[in-house]
């Protein structure tokens, strides 16, 4: 009795062996794909980032998406390599994949709009941090530019969120890629006929030329003019401006000429 359990058990293990060594070997090759494909992962993320750094101006965000793009691609491969170790065939499950990344998509579809125009945004760069632009009826200084949104912070420091779908389908203005043409401003002084004329001029050309907000190029003009309602004779006063501040640099000039200047009689008076 004893020797007939213990041929059956032998019989039963004479059958499990092959099973048992198949799915170890299974696991085994299981193993060493999983780790390959995490070291491979790891490889892929590093070098396409490398690669990426080689190009100049090529933006920090855009080059950790691509680098976790090839990464997540191999771990993909991976785990579909392993499945297959086990018999599971990977063509249903690659299909049922598809079907759900469709659905996801389609569920998503704005949102991957958004992921879509940020690395078009990213790799164009019609406008960088710090810009001044003006996207649909916002105006604003870019402080940050995702994947999937831009920031923009306006003068008076409110802060705009605009979805990267919305910067890149429509007209976009930047102010801050061609400098801006200089600010013009001009003001006059009467003087008397018999006055000295050349003296007047060139104290009032020193005094225009000295000040620091008032532009070299293109040089400021002082020249003489008669005023069209009361035909006087003038001193006209020419200037530009870097920003908009040729009100207080006019206001500047007159209290620096009236310094100089006295309006007495024969002598400049501003208008």
């Known amino acids: 009795m004893l020797e007939e359990k ?7 293990m004479q059958a499990v062996l092959p099973l048992i060594v198949t799915n170890a070997l299974s696991a085994l090759g299981a193993i060493v794909i999983l780790l390959i494909g995490l070291w491979l992962s790891g490889r892929a993320n590093l070098l396409v980032v490398r690669m990426l750094s080689r190009t100049p101006h090529f933006d920090p965000t855009l080059k ?25 065939h990977t063509t249903s499950l690659v299909a049922v994949l598809g079907a759900a990344s469709l659905a996801v998509g389609l569920a998503l579809q704005g949102t991957l709009s958004n992921l879509a125009a940020g690395v078009m945004l990213l790799i164009f760069r019609p406008f960088r941090i710090g810009h001044k632009v003006q996207i649909g009826g916002s105006v604003g200084t870019v402080k940050e530019l995702s994947l999937f949104w831009t920031e923009l912070v ?9 979805p990267n ?5 429509q ?12 600010h013009s401003g001009d003001v006059r002084f009467r003087t008397a006929e018999g006055g000295e004329l050349e003296l007047a001029i060139e104290k009032v050309r020193a005094i225009v030329e000295a000040h620091p907000r008032v532009l070299a190029d293109p040089a400021p ?8 309602a009361e035909n006087a004779l003038e001193i006209v006063v020419a200037f530009s401006t870097a920003e908009d501040e040729t009100a207080a640099v006019k206001s500047d000039l007159i209290k620096a000429v009236h310094a100089v200047l006295d309006t007495e009689p024969g002598k400049p008076a501003a208008r």
């Open 154 to 162: 306006t003068d008076d420091n409110v802060q705009i969120i605009v």
């Open 165 to 169: 779908g919305g910067v890149w389908g």
């Open 6 to 12: 213990t041929q059956d058990l032998m019989v039963n």
């Open 64 to 88: 950790s998406f691509f680098g976790s793009l090839a990464r997540y691609l191999i771990l993909t491969v991976t785990v579909l390599a392993v499945l297959s170790q086990f018999g599971i």
């Open 221 to 228: 003009s002082v020249l003489l003019d008669r005023s069209a």
């Open 171 to 182: 007209p976009l203005r930047n102010f801050s890629v061609y400098p801006a043409p200089p």
